[in-house]
């Protein structure tokens, strides 16, 4: 799978911090209740994948 993003070294890494964060957080939630915590942990990857894709952009106006 190749990603075509323009996301350069600092905001690929600022991304991929707040991934981790977030599952991070799922996983803590998924300890009390699995149902949300998987929720999460499939939103947070879903989007993930859509940033480094390239199909989530801010185009410039």
């Not at 996301?7 to 803590?28: D, E, H, K, P, Y």
């Not at 209740?33 to 859509?50: A, Q």
């Amino acid at each position: 799978m190749k990603f075509k993003n323009k996301l350069n070294r600092a905001q690929l890494s600022a991304v991929t911090l707040c991934l981790g964060t977030s599952l991070g957080m799922s996983i803590f939630v998924g300890s009390s209740s699995p149902f949300i915590g998987l929720m999460l942990g499939t939103i947070t990857v879903g989007v993930y994948v859509i940033i480094l894709s390239g199909k989530w952009s801010a185009k410039n106006t």
